[in-house]
């Protein structure tokens, strides 16, 4: 009996995790830059939370969560990283230490989704969430931040979308218009938005159905239903994204998929690689009631994430250089001890080192080492020992020359320095990013 990997969930092979190591990196060092720090909450939470923050009429809660029971509890794997962290944040009464609190998150979120090349069941996503900033400044300045980092991370091509959801009064006049609007036609909308008429209008500017789209088309939009303190909002972040020279197009039907946002909702979409139909890269906006509703006190909150496979594909093969790749063939048990020696102080010079303790002869193992991708190879037999010397073969020059077994490492990334100088570029094994 074989199996397979469970539906819309990806096996990610070590050829393939040097890309993702890479865009991590890139996710980390620039959102540290602006001054956020990592939470990491569990994969499962109360299937309530969810239901609670993200809406019991959204698709995600509706139809997508997986969800199970264990006890007399109802637990469920998260579909996203907001609710979590804002039931992290409440828990831990971090608004009672820090005026601002800025978080990030990255690892596996859970939709039963279909699958299609973009979309998946278990996929990744990297965020953050700031708590107690009210915004605009801060919306625009995330935006910005996220144009940063995509363009750090090789993907070309964005279109940034803006919209206002507006508070809770703007949220309910808009809603009784889009009402207003829809119920004459009702008979024309798919059963799906027809059911969500009376519960959830506003999902209906989510429909895919392309019927749906055509009647949307033609609806009000919250854009002219916006508050004075919205509309006040909504125009403040529009000048400091124009004070930052950062382009964007203003959409009024982007409503995004979850119940909890309010004012300020974004999205960056790429038409660039193979993204296909799944072409939005991130997404995330404000959600001032949530921290309150969770039990904590009134503080605003924005958000995003944006989903590292699509970074991926987006990317194309925009390839990191590989570390510098080096091997040891020792020929014998003391030249294997002096070479366990050497392959550390080169790691710890940034080196990747593989040593070969298969045995066999010279002409086997430098073979190998040809075969496996390495610059060069370091020979350390006995009679180079006793001289105190070791032999370096540059397996691409086929060129040989003797070295001094104690000035070896120093001298090996010298010379991979030369011949692969963009690979010398990576930090040192252990070293900070
Ligand atoms: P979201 O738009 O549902 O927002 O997801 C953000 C990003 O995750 C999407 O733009 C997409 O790149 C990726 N993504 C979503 N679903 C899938 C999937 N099934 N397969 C692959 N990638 C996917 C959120 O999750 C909000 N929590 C964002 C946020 C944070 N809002 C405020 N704070």
């Keep these: 009996m074989q199996f397979r990997s469970v539906k819309g969930m990806n096996d990610i092979l ?23 720090a990592e939470v990491r909450t569990p ?23 997986f969800t199970f029971e264990r006890g007399k509890e109802s637990l469920t794997m998260r579909p996203e990283g907001t609710a979590g962290a804002a039931r992290a944040y409440v828990e831990a009464a971090v608004h009672a230490r820090e005026p601002v609190t800025r978080w990030y998150y990255a690892g596996p979120m859970f939709r039963a989704e279909q699958p299609q090349r973009g979309r998946y069941r278990q996929f990744y996503q990297a965020g953050c969430e700031v708590f107690g900033d009210p915004g605009p400044i801060c919306d625009a300045e995330m935006i910005d931040m996220l144009v940063l980092f ?9 279109e940034v979308v803006v919209n206002s959801m507006g508070g809770s009064t703007t949220r309910e006049r808009y809603r009784a218009a889009l009402v207003e609007y829809l119920r004459p036609r009702a008979s024309e909308l798919s059963e799906h938005s027809r059911r969500r008429l009376e519960v959830n209008p506003l999902r209906i500017l989510d429909s895919k159905d392309e019927h749906d789209r055509a009647l949307i088309s033609g609806a009000p939009t919250i854009l002219d239903h916006l508050e004075d303190d919205d509309r006040r909002h909504f125009d403040g972040l529009r000048r400091a994204l124009d004070a930052l020279g950062t382009s964007y197009t203003v959409e ?15 999205e960056i979409r790429s038409q660039a690689g193979e993204l296909g139909t799944q072409n939005a890269l991130l997404g995330g906006g404000r959600y001032d009631g949530m921290i309150k509703s969770l039990g904590g006190p009134q503080v ?6 944006v989903g590292l496979e699509r970074i991926l594909l987006a990317a194309g093969e925009h390839e990191r ?71 370096l073969k540059d397996l691409a020059l086929h060129a040989q020359h003797e070295l001094p077994l104690d000035a070896a490492a120093e001298h090996v990334v010298e010379r991979l320095r030369a011949v692969e100088p963009a690979a010398m570029h990576e930090p040192p094994v252990g070293g900070a990013d």
């Design 300 to 305: 605003p909150a924005i958000g995003f994430a």
């Design 150 to 158: 995509l363009r750090e991370a090789g993907v070309v091509e964005l």
């Design 321 to 391: 250089s590989p570390l510098p790749f080096c091997c040891i063939a020792p020929i014998g048990e003391r030249a294997a001890h002096a070479g366990l020696r050497l392959a550390r102080g080169l790691r710890e010079r940034g080196v990747r080192v593989e040593l070969d303790g298969r045995g066999g002869s010279l002409k086997s193992m430098l073979r190998r080492a040809d075969s496996s991708g390495a610059r060069l190879c370091i020979v350390v037999g006995d009679a180079e020992l006793e001289r105190g010397v070791v032999q």
């Design 252 to 266: 009024p039907s982007l409503v995004r998929g979850f119940d909890y946002y309010t004012r300020t909702l974004f």
């Design 14 to 36: 070590p050829e393939e995790i040097r890309r993702w190591h890479g865009l991590e990196q890139t996710f980390r060092r620039i959102v540290e830059l602006y001054g956020y």
């Design 43 to 65: 994969l499962l939470e109360q299937t309530a939370l969810f239901v609670r923050s993200i809406g019991e009429t959204t698709d995600v809660v509706e139809k997508e969560m």
